[in-house]
């Protein structure tokens, strides 16, 4: 698998939005965001899949986020609305062939990217 590559983090205040992308390739049906803050575990944020569908999200970013996906290009895309200090974090992007069961869970992807860093501050 080719590593995936984020892009478009950076610093906001609170109450602004941010879009990050993903390019990835290979033999992949599904894509996940997922972020971790300093001292922190990393946590699920949003998965899309587009052979065996659905969009997923964490309550934590539920209605203020949304994950796509441009099918000409395949970059996936996380539209970040409304941030919040706590949604401060690197922010990575994880490509596979996730299940169902697993698709929320860092074991249902195969490669990763080296994330990019969202910073909600005033």
């Known amino acids: 698998q080719v590593q995936p590559v984020e892009s478009g983090g950076g610093l906001v205040q609170p109450g602004e939005s941010l879009k990050l992308s993903c390019v990835a390739s290979?033999?992949?049906?599904?894509i996940g965001w997922f972020r971790q803050a300093p001292g922190k575990e990393r946590e699920f944020v949003a998965a899309?899949?587009?052979?065996?569908?659905?969009?997923y999200y964490s309550d934590a970013v539920k209605g203020r986020f949304s994950i796509s996906r441009d099918r000409a290009s395949g970059v996936v895309y996380l539209q970040m609305n409304s941030l919040k200090p706590e949604d401060t974090a690197v922010y990575y992007c994880?490509?596979?062939?996730?299940?169902?069961?697993?698709?929320?869970?860092?074991?249902?992807?195969?490669?990763w990217g080296q994330g990019t860093q969202v910073t909600v501050s005033s």
């Open positions: 290979g033999n992949i049906n599904g």
């Open positions: 899309l899949r587009w052979r065996g569908g659905g969009i």
């Open positions: 994880a490509a596979g062939r996730p299940i169902t069961s697993s698709i929320t869970s860092i074991r249902g992807y195969e490669s």
